[in-house]
């Protein structure tokens, strides 16, 4: 299982994966590059929060505080033991109720040890 955590700062927020119909272009978005791991699930967030978003002047779902978003791979059978690169992107939009960013791209890497049983 892989996790990205994000904390956002007070009086701020961020978008959700799956937005209120009719804001899809709000939507958070999260980019992996392509590795030897297959996706087992889709991903997976903290539970989103209604906020009434002054800057866009529209309920929307959204995170604030500590948010969480995972995503569960498989080890394909052939998968040799060895540390494995996972690289990728998150695309969000932060706003404080008066204003919101252009869309943020932050980029994240981590490794991964596959061993034996």
Not at 73 to 87: G, T
């Amino acid at each position: 299982k892989f996790h990205l955590s994000i904390i956002v700062k007070i009086g701020w927020h961020i978008y959700s994966l799956s937005p209120l119909k009719g804001n899809e272009f709000l939507r958070t978005q999260i980019f992996i590059d392509e590795n030897v791991f297959r996706k087992k699930s889709a991903w997976k967030e903290s539970k989103p929060v209604l906020i009434q978003d002054g800057a866009i002047r529209r309920m929307v779902n959204g995170h604030k505080g500590n948010v969480e978003f995972s995503l569960t791979y498989l080890v394909p059978p052939k998968v040799e033991v060895d540390k494995y690169s996972i690289s990728g992107k998150l695309i969000f939009r932060a706003c404080d109720n008066q204003i919101c960013t252009l869309p943020q791209e932050l980029p994240f890497h981590t490794d991964i040890l596959v061993t034996k049983k």
